[in-house]
T-cell receptor
Framework: GNSVTQMEGPVTLSEEAFLTINCTYT??????LFWYVQYPGEGLQLLLK?????DKGSNKGFEATYRKETTSFHLEKGSVQVSDSAVYFC???????????FGTGTRLQVFP | DTGVSQDPRHKITKRGQNVTFRCDPI?????LYWYRQTLGQGPEFLTY????????KSRLLSDRFSAERPKGSFSTLEIQRTEQGDSAMYLC??????????????FGPGTRLTVT
């Protein structure tokens, strides 16, 4: 069945450091891929998405590229800020129902 | 539009009681999803509706759980005879699927259930 695996956290970085959060997936066909973010005390927000191979999703300085050959969708940001501290979830959508299958989440902590 | 709303935001109940949660989706969205999120985990799919039809239920949804979307607008999720293992955040999301094209899901703030 479909599944998503993402790196365990917490990821602890200093402000302005480079961020990578790894995500790999197993799926039948070519699902859409997503990164959602959950800030403390808030609901899930869509951060970025990619709908086909080699697409790059980007938003707020974050980027992720849909890599079919490595079944990966790693999240990157060149220079993190304290305000980026949150839990990040990688997800894929089922081709027929669009239901989302999430990874377990990676907590990012950015210190000044 | 104010986005997806859920009510209540928090619910504390005693084991064995019934609880009901409500979700109001974004008004033009025809799909509505329920997920459950436990501490330290990602959300897990429970069920979804297209308009008023419930099209899929997860095996996580035991017979104590029932969901409805009577007029294709708001939805309710009821848990009967609650157990401590039901303690979780219950998330609702809505989206559109039109002419075979899907659009992203927007999530509500969730209802946090604590069963004592």
């Amino acid at each position: 069945g479909n599944s998503v695996t993402q790196m365990e956290g917490p990821v602890t970085l200093s402000e302005e450091a480079f961020l990578t959060i790894n995500c790999t997936y197993t799926a039948t066909g070519y699902p859409s891929l997503f990164w959602y973010v959950q800030y403390p005390g808030e609901g899930l927000q869509l951060l970025l998405k990619a709908t086909k191979a080699d697409d790059k999703g980007s938003n707020k300085g974050f980027e992720a590229t849909y890599r079919k050959e490595t079944t990966s969708f790693h999240l990157e940001k060149g220079s993190v800020q304290v305000s980026d501290s949150a839990v990040y979830f990688c997800a894929l959508s089922d081709l027929n129902t669009d239901k989302l299958i999430f990874g377990t989440g990676t907590r990012l902590q950015v210190f000044p | 539009d104010t986005g997806v709303s859920q009510d209540p935001r928090h619910k504390i109940t005693k084991r064995g009681q019934n609880v009901t949660f409500r979700c109001d989706p974004i008004s033009e969205h025809n799909r509505l999803y329920w997920y459950r999120q436990t501490l330290g985990q990602g959300p897990e799919f429970l069920t979804y509706f297209q308009n008023e039809a419930q099209l899929e239920k997860s095996r996580l949804l035991s017979d104590r759980f029932s969901a409805e979307r009577p007029k294709g607008s708001f939805s309710t999720l009821e848990i009967q005879r609650t157990e401590q293992g039901d303690s979780a955040m219950y998330l609702c999301a809505s989206s559109s699927r039109l002419a075979g094209r899907s659009y992203e899901q927007y999530f509500g703030p969730g209802t946090r259930l604590t069963v004592t």
